[in-house]
């Protein structure tokens, strides 16, 4: 059932964001050097590594860490970088992931590979049993600002219980917050 709900909001959310993809798009690749997508090896469902893709808003010689684990987030960013990051368009080639499957519209988000606390955590606790997610109940509940302990508890809070009302909940709450850009740090 999850899948499908996934595959008709991938449906309706094309349509309605084709236009802001191509502008994105457009502007990534006029701002800075190199690739419009920047794909990271990402963990999901059972600990399998996948490909990520995201516009990308940092310049091409960024360490591959979390953004929390640099220095100066902020003097890596493309000049649209901080736009994208803030607005969340920069995750709207993760529906790319949702078609493939990698990826849900709602989960716990999907941990970098290198992230070993984080991934050590979530499958001590059986969120690694879960199809990571665009958004989920920890990022609308604290999005960047959350310690990994208390991110994996509220990954836990959803893995118990998840079903088609939170999820709606939780893509509701999702849109608030990017409208609002809640929660977001860097």
């Known amino acids: 059932m999850k899948r499908l709900v996934d595959l008709i909001l991938i449906l309706v959310t094309v349509v309605l964001l084709s236009l802001p993809v191509i502008i994105v798009v457009v502007l990534v690749k006029l701002t800075s050097k190199g690739p419009i997508f920047y794909w990271s090896d990402r963990v999901g469902k059972d600990n399998v590594i996948f490909k990520m893709p995201k ?5 091409i010689d960024t360490p591959e860490v979390a953004t929390h684990l640099l220095a100066d987030p902020k003097s890596v960013l493309t000049p649209i970088g901080d736009f994208l990051r803030k607005s969340s368009l920069d995750e709207l080639p993760q529906l790319w992931s949702i078609i493939k499957g990698d990826m849900s519209f709602v989960g716990p988000r999907p941990a970098l590979f290198n992230q070993d606390d984080l ?3 979530r499958t001590e606790k059986g969120v690694h049993d879960l199809v990571p997610g665009l958004t989920g109940w920890a990022q609308i509940n604290g999005r960047d600002e959350l310690p990994i302990p208390q991110k994996v508890d509220l990954d836990v809070e959803y893995l118990h219980h ?3 009302w939170l999820d709606i909940k939780i893509i509701w709450l999702t849109f608030i917050k990017v409208i609002k850009k809640d929660g977001v740090s860097h």
């Open 55 to 59: 516009f990308r808003s940092m310049n």
């Open 119 to 121: 991934i050590a955590l």
């Open 162 to 164: 998840q079903s088609l």
